[in-house]
Structures are given as C-alpha cells and as structure tokens.
C-alpha cells in the first residue's frame, strides 16, 4: 500500500484528506501548530493547550463515524462562557489535559473518531507565528498575519517562536512517504508555518518521495494579491532552499464570472503562467456550487477544491509511482 | 435475566450502578431532571438544554470503556469561561443540539462510553424543582434547597414547575422491572423529584417488581437532622401514597468515631429505628477509608457506601426473585 503524508493544515488539509480517504493508501496528515485564532486562540490563551483546530479538521476528514460524530466534532456552542467554541476542539483540549500530551491526545481523539490514517502535530512546542513586515510592522501570532491587508508589500521575516524542533513521527513520516503533498492552503499561516520547524525542511528535500505541490485557486488580497503559481513556487522554495517538486498540480476550470465578481474584493483567480513547464498537471479541481446564500462566511468556500476531483488527480500520481 | 431498575440522580445512583455493572443483570437507571447547581446549571442558562450531570454520573457508572474515557468524561476545565464545566456535561449538551433531543444525545453518549444497561431520563421537559418552606419561604431551584438549612423546619410543599409528565421510556422500564431500586441519595434533592412526576407513583405502585428502599448513611444537616430509617420512608412514603417496599437495605457498620467527628458539622449518622420491622437487611455496606486529605468537597464522600458491598445485597435479594 503507498503511502501519502499531507502536510499543512486548516481546510486545505480537510479537502486533500477527506477525498484520499476512500483510497486504499495509507494516509498521514501533518498539521501546522501555529493556529492561534478563535475557539484555538482562546482554548491556548486559557488553558495553555496547543492549538486543536486544524488537527480536530483532519480528524474529521479522516473519520470513518457516523455523520453525527463529525457533525458533534465540528459543532459550535452559540452562548454564554462557551460561546464560538467547537466542540472536537473541547474534545482534543480535555484529552490534552486528562492524558497530559497533545500527541497522546491526537491519538485517543482519532480512536473515538475512528479515523483512517494518522495526524501528526509538526511539532509538540507551544509556538507563535511571527512576521516582520517590510516597514518593520511586527505581527504576533497567526491570526494577525492571516487578517494583515500588507503582506503583499513584502515583508522581511516569518518565524516561529520559540524556533521548535519538529515531532519525530513528522519527520519519520516524511522519509517513509511515497507521495509527499504540500497545500493547498494559506501560504503564510498554514504552509510555511510547517517548513518554520526545524527539521522538516531537511527532511522534505533528503525524502526519497515524489512531491506534489497542489497550487491554491484563489489569492487572498493583501497577502498574494495576483500571485501566479511561478509566484506560489517561489515562495515556498525560499524556505526550502531548492526546488523539490515532482508535480505541480493547477486547476484549469473556471469558475462563473458572477461568482469571480462576489469575490473581487477578497482576491483574484491563481493564474497558471508556467505552461512550459512539464512537471505542471492542469485538471478541472473546482467543487460544485451548492444554492447557498453568499454570506461573507460563505463567500470564502465557494471557489474551492473539490476533494473528488483531487483525490482522483493525486491518485494518478500515486498509480505511476 | 433478570432486570433492575434505579432510581435517583447523582452520587447515589453512581454507586449502586457502578457495583451493579459487574453482574449478569438488565440495568436501567431512571435519572432526575432536576438538577440546576455547578456546570449543569450554567448549561442549563446558557444553552437552554436539559441538565446533564446526573445522567453524566450515571453514564459513566455503566460505562464499560477505557479509565481514560471515565477520567474524561468527569474532566473539568479549570479556567476561563470553559472553567468548571465538566467535559461529559459539554458532551451531553452539545449532543443535544446536534441531535436536537436529549434522549438521543444520552443514547449516543451510551455508545461513546459502551455503556451496560441504559441511562434514562425520568422527563424529558424543562422543569424546576421549587420548595416552599413553612415560613413561606419560596426556594426556586434543587441548587438552592440543596443549600437551604431550613428544611428540618418542615416545608409546605415541593413540587416541579411545570408539572412534567414521565418519559414514557421511564415508566415502561418501572413496570418491566423484576427489581427496581430507590436510593441512596439526596432525599429532597434527587430521591423525591422523580417522584414528583406524573405517571412515575403510579407506576410504582402499579409495577409487579420487588422494590427495595436503600437508606443513606448520614443525615445532611438542616435538610434531614436526625433522621431516622423510619423518618426516610416516612418522607418517601408521603409522596408515593403508601408503604410500596419489599426490603429496607441498612448499614450497619460504625465509622470511625474521629470520622463521624470530622463530619459533625454536616450531618449525623442515620439511626436504624426499625429493628423489628422484617423487611430491614442489615448489612456493613461502608466503603474503604483511602488515605486522602479531609477537604470540603471530600469529607462529603468520605462515609459512603461501597459499590461492591451494595450490589452483593441487592444481588442476594435477586437470587431470591
């Protein structure tokens, strides 16, 4: 059986895994630590836990349960002192407290959710993703960098603090993988975040996989405002210090132009302008549009990547290896 | 095999439950809804749902899975807006709002916890358990009664707003049962508010089973100063209508005197007054004195009955049947 080992975190991760996961491969999920926003940023500020959101989004995407123990995991409380939390993200916190290590926490949440594959924190530190802007703007913690409208000005330095070790499982995982797949996801809060802790990088280009890199559809204004996939390359290839890619997977469909319109203010389409480039594979990836009113929450997930059509591009891969 | 059927709410349900487990018996256990103290009641404010924290205990009583799912579900989150909410009461509640019923969210936290025999709650209505005490005095809510150091005085009355009918689930297992158990437990607080709704006395009175009567150890102070055994079913008796019980199960073993000391202030030790009585089974049911520091909160589970000695007598009465 090959096995794939995803690395990023958030939603990206969600769609990748949850279309994998009806393949007969062995999936890992490494997840960026660096999450400190909502439900997560506040469960870290008040009980010293590490971030559970993007993990509790891998859980859910590999659970083989029954739809209501996924519904229950990403169910939100509405009022009072427990407002905005989600429950799987209590879950993973009191798991954390009760067995005195996110990892071992990780571990009982995935046996509650009979989850297919694994998820593995990058790192067990507790880190805070930092940026230092081009006019010396310091931003703290990874919410701030994902709300910043300046990144796309340019900015001098992104890092961890305090620069963490990377989990050995990440690592190991890493090596053993015959299908590497970084993205899609938020650059600067969810990729990158992971090629921050030590030892993944040097991993990433000694592993004898084959690498895929899935490219975003959408810019996020402010941050990749008109970035083309030349310009996604490069910026991950700054933290790597080489071009490791075997694949570079593009979505080539379009999305309506209403729907491009209702988006204009939150970015543009990712243009493909390597097409010279034979490691490039261009497919239809677009998720179908559902009749849903296009609330701002919304409105982010309706240009996204259908977990199908990615998981049947990436399994063309993994059938060549 | 045989099935039996207790009734009650909180600590006192836990116990029987927990030594009842072990043996090849039907366990039913019929929950109070009354609750509205700690964690359960800021649920109960905030979110609207019915209260989990008896059915919390009972649950985890049952539960035939790993300590760490007990350990848990009884976790409680120690700071901010999470802090006293026990995780099993998060679960409950949040089950309820995915499901939209609490029986179901009490039956799919039974497959959670692999539960032996089934938790079920004695109403499924929203209800308050008030008290109006003899100088007219109106107490709103079990927390409040609970606290009350009048009740020894006599009160007017104690009902629950609104008259709640039974779950039909509740009154089906009273009439199935070939035992039904009531007690140990708070006498106002968790024994008589099952009693209380409509259609459960009459089915207690109706139901063929053998019933036992399980007396508490020690008397709360300024609820039930001084009782005696007979003074307890006098009390359960005025609700029920007339004397239904087949057997009155006694402690009969002394605790350390320093002990009854220590607890002077709570409470004293309920007298048996009823030697002649046939149905009294004598038996020493304390639990084991652990070496733990006599703190507030443990000093009111320090006398307690012993899981295992309780189900051996209720056990004995079973062979019988």
Redesign the interface.
Known sequence: MKKIVVIGGGTGNFTVLKGLKNYDVDLSAIVSMADDGGSTG?LR???GVLPPGDVRQCLVALSDSSR?MR??MN?R???????G?S?GN??L???E???GSFEKAVE?AGK?LNIKGKVIPVTTHQVRLKMILADRTLLEGEKDIYLSQDIDQGYKSIFLEPYPKANPYAINEIYNADLLVLGPGGLHTSLIPNLLVDGVVDALRSSQAKKTFVVNLMNRKGQTTSFKVSDYLKEVHRFIGEDIFDYILVNDQKPPQALIEVYAEEGDLVENDLTDDSRIILAPLLGELKGVPATDFIKRNLIRHDPKKLAQELMKIVHHL
């Open positions: 506040i500020d008040e009980l209501l519904s229950l169910y409380f509405e009022n009072g002192g427990l407002g939390h429950f209590l879950l916190s009191a798991l407290k009760v067995t009982e509650i």
